[in-house]
């Protein structure tokens, strides 16, 4: 009997939850025309694949990612090519009075920050993990 591997489901909703959340999505890669603001939503997609450091193995499967309760988006050194491909290096926020800011952070430089009502992350894997040659060269 083939042993099947779970996929995750996890909610973030404070500063406490980011640390672990951010470690789960470091190097999802995802194309720039697979990320999705809409403003009348308040809600930011990703869709890509998440390297899955909790199986111990060289395994991706195919994640989204979800900001909701978003109140403004703004972008720095923003790819032009919808094509593409970003790695995700973090993500981590800050959180006063007036809600929340969230900060995503991809290799080279581009990042996004995200003002928001309070944090509201979802990572959603759509698919069960499956083998990969590529392996990111450093630890969570």
């Known amino acids: 009997m083939q042993r099947r591997e779970a996929r995750l489901h996890l909610r973030a909703e404070d500063l406490g939850d980011l ?3 951010s470690a789960l999505v470091q190097d999802f890669v995802v194309r720039v025309a697979d990320i999705a603001f809409d403003p009348r939503g308040r809600r930011l997609v990703f869709l ?3 390297f899955c450091w909790e199986t111990g193995r060289p395994r991706r499967a195919r994640t989204a990612i979800v900001a909701s309760s978003l109140l403004l988006l703004q972008r720095r050194a923003w790819p ?3 094509q593409a491909v970003l790695e995700l290096l973090a993500i981590d926020g800050q ?3 007036a809600g929340a800011t969230l900060f995503f952070h991809f290799a080279g430089g581009p990042a996004l920050k995200a003002t928001a009502e309070c944090i509201d992350l979802l990572l959603d894997d759509l698919s069960p993990p ?3 040659p590529r392996v990111p060269g450093h630890e969570p």
């Open 95 to 97: 959180v006063n009075e």
């Open 80 to 82: 032009q090519d919808p």
């Open 48 to 50: 890509g694949n998440r």
């Open 19 to 21: 640390p672990p959340f």
């Open 130 to 132: 499956w083998p990969t």
